[in-house]
């Protein structure tokens, strides 16, 4: 027996005090499907599917669809009805917890019973708006990463170990680009994300961002610029590179992606390292949105750039792992995709300054089931444009500007790893007013990109590859509901 437990037992001041606490229930620590399966499983089903009380993965709500009013329904219960309240038992924490997992189980049944799109090769998939065939570039990459274009039609592709490859007509060259930057090839982190500076024609600027190792085995993401001759990346300059101190030993949320505002800014986004806290930090890089001059000069306006201690180059922050940048063609806004935990992935509409949450808020739990935090939002920080929960586990994301799907013309193409799907969502207003899955299965969508030539290209892995969509001319557009179509 502890001190600690004697103690309680043999003072009658600490006893009372502990059943004080008692009434206020702590948030458990134990997995949220054990928690369903010893308090609610009895009357709800094993799977859900009901029994003494209703089926929680139908889409069909007695007491309200919204997360809030499912939330209720457990803290409250319905007495009368037969459904018990566990306020009592179970912390804020733990019935939010149990609300992703309703949420999941639902998902996973809904994605069960849907038709989704695994296009094959040389199979025509019908979508809303348009048909297309995922018609593959090239094979024999190992984890590409990012994709871009050079302006004389070659593709440039990184693969996460530290190589930067070239593709000349569909042909994968087998020499990767050589002199570029080291990279800590551990976890997540690697060769990341590759950009072409828009007039790249006359400038010749190429921008990397890896993971640089740092001492003592840590990491952090940093930029460079460089231009190829001759199969060599030279002229490298250093953009970006946190002092050596604030460098993490964690193997995971390096972000990262760059975008250009087209007026000589370079935006790009690093993750928060496996440190939650540090992405409410202005003092670390980590977990943070920046902005920069094409040259790696900080901005007088940005943010931040005059508060004592602050990380000068910070845009936004409270971003846990933003995978995906991009800039609206036509408003010139930044949106952004952010990998979230178990639950909680989120799209952003990125503003100078603000604060976008994490880890305070989240519509996410821990990856082992434990709740995090009951609280969605707060005062002062952003909500996402939408969040995905349960999650995909979005990657990258980018605007469709080709003329090939005309109809598909400005909206954003979102990427999944897990769920293994090419999201098209229509914006207006600042708003998503729409969801489309346009196919699933057919590997973890790593990277999408608008191309010049109007394909939409994505980077594969497991199976690696990089394939690109075509215009299926002959197979006219579904009409009514279509296949995969989802709520935004
Ligand atoms: C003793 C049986 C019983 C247990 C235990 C129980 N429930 Fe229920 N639950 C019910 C019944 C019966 C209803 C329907 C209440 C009504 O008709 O208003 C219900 C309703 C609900 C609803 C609202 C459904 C709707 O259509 O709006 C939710 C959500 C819910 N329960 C979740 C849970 C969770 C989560 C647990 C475990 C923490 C749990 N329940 C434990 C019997 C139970």
Request: aromatic share 8%; proline share 7%; net charge neutral.
């Amino acid at each position: 027996m502890s001190n600690a437990f004697r103690l309680t037992l043999t003072c009658g001041l600490f006893v009372s005090a502990s059943l004080a606490q008692a009434q206020a229930p702590q948030p458990s620590r134990r997995d949220v499907a054990d928690t369903y399966a010893s308090l609610c499983a009895n009357c709800h089903g094993p799977k859900l599917q009901g029994a003494l009380g209703p089926n929680l993965v139908d889409d069909t709500w007695k007491s309200g669809a919204d997360d809030e009013s499912i939330a209720r329904s457990i803290r409250e219960g319905q007495l009368a009805a037969g459904m018990p309240a566990f306020s009592g038992s179970l912390s804020p924490q733990d019935i939010r917890a149990l609300v992703i997992y309703i949420r999941e189980q639902g998902e996973e049944r809904r994605s069960q019973a849907t038709p989704f799109a695994k296009p094959a090769a040389d199979k025509a998939v019908r979508s809303e708006l348009h048909a297309f065939k995922l018609e593959t570039v090239t094979e024999g990459l190992d984890t590409p990463w990012s994709v871009a274009f050079l302006p004389d039609g070659r593709m440039l592709v990184t693969e996460k170990a530290g190589r930067l490859r070239v593709v000349e007509k569909g042909r994968l060259l087998p020499e990767p680009i050589a002199g570029t930057p080291d990279v800590w090839s551990k976890g997540q982190g690697g060769l990341l994300d590759v950009a072409v500076h828009p007039d790249s024609a006359k400038n010749g600027w190429i921008y990397l961002s890896y993971s640089d190792p740092g001492a003592n085995d840590s990491a952090m993401t940093a930029i460079v610029r460089g231009k190829l001759r001759e199969g060599r990346f030279v002229e490298q300059q250093t953009l970006f590179r946190a002092p050596a101190e604030l460098y993490r030993t964690a193997g995971v949320h390096f972000g990262s992606r760059f975008v250009f505002d087209g007026k000589g800014h370079l935006f790009f986004s690093i993750g928060e390292r496996g440190h939650k806290e540090d992405a409410q930090d202005l003092s670390r890089p980590n977990g943070k949105v920046h902005r920069i001059h094409e040259d790696g000069r900080i901005p007088k306006d940005n943010p931040f750039a005059g508060r004592e201690g602050a990380v000068a180059s910070i845009w936004s922050y409270g971003n846990r792992n933003p995978q995906g940048l991009a800039r609206h063609p036509v408003t010139g806004e930044l949106w952004e995709t952010e990998h979230g935990p178990r639950g909680g992935d989120e799209l952003n509409r990125i503003e100078p300054g603000r604060n976008y949450g994490w880890p305070v808020i989240t519509y996410g739990m821990n990856y082992d089931g434990t709740p995090m935090t009951d609280r969605t939002a707060q005062e002062g920080m952003q909500q996402p444009v939408v969040h995905w929960t349960p999650s995909i586990a979005v990657s990258a994301a980018d605007f469709y500007t080709g003329s090939r799907f005309p109809q598909w013309k400005n909206d954003l193409f979102v990427g999944a790893l897990a769920q293994q799907e090419v999201r098209r969502l229509r914006i207006e207003g600042g708003k998503v007013v729409q969801q489309e899955v346009l196919f699933k299965d057919v590997g973890r969508v790593r990277d999408v990109v608008s191309g010049p030539d109007g394909y939409l290209y994505i980077a594969f892995n497991d199976p690696d590859r990089i394939a690109r969509l075509v215009p299926a001319p002959a197979v006219k557009p579904a009409s009514g509901k279509a296949q995969g179509a989802a709520k935004p």
